[in-house]
Structure formats: C-alpha cells, structure tokens
C-alpha cells in the first residue's frame, strides 16, 4: 500500500518538527518517528481507527499532541492533515475537495 501527503499537510508536518526541534534538539526527530509508526499501523490496518468525518479517519500519536487524518482508497493512504490537537479541529476540510 502507498500514501501520500497532501502539500498541505506535508507543510504542517515539517513544521510541527521544525518547532519541536526549536524547543529540545531531538524532539523533532522523535515527533517524526511518532508520525511514521502511526503512518505504519494505518498502513497495516486503514480500517482500524474510527471515522473522523464522512470521508476520513483519525489515527492519533503515542507521545504528541497530534492525529493524523486520513483516507483510504483502493491502494493509497491519503494524508490530509498532522493535526495538532488543540488547533482548531475542522481547520483541515477544504483540502477534501
């Protein structure tokens, strides 16, 4: 199976590392560990995590404050957002069109 990320949510993942590494050297390395695994077991098991709105999911991480949302289609993970929890939650929407 393959997934992509939206650009945008590609965006909010560099920055969310970037602003972990700003806070403690290696805390940015471990956030995007913590998104990897989680894009591992929704690779392992699309179906396992429970919907988020009509179309997507929500896989949460062990350690961060962040979920990724996501549909699965045929063969592809799509990456719609690594939404940090506190944020606004339907921020991420309009990128469904």
Request: proline share 4%; with cysteine.
């Amino acid at each position: 199976m393959n997934y992509r990320f939206l650009d945008e949510a590609e965006a909010e993942f560099y920055d969310a590392v970037a602003y972990y590494e700003d806070c403690e050297g290696g805390l940015g390395i471990e956030l995007s560990r913590e998104v990897f695994k989680a894009i591992d077991r929704i690779i392992a098991l699309p179906a396992a995590w429970s919907p988020y709105s009509n179309r997507t999911r929500r896989c949460l991480l062990n350690r961060f404050p962040y979920g990724i949302i996501y549909r699965h289609l045929e063969d592809t993970i799509t990456i719609f957002a690594v939404m940090q929890l506190n944020r606004e939650p339907g921020y991420w929407k309009d990128r469904l069109k």
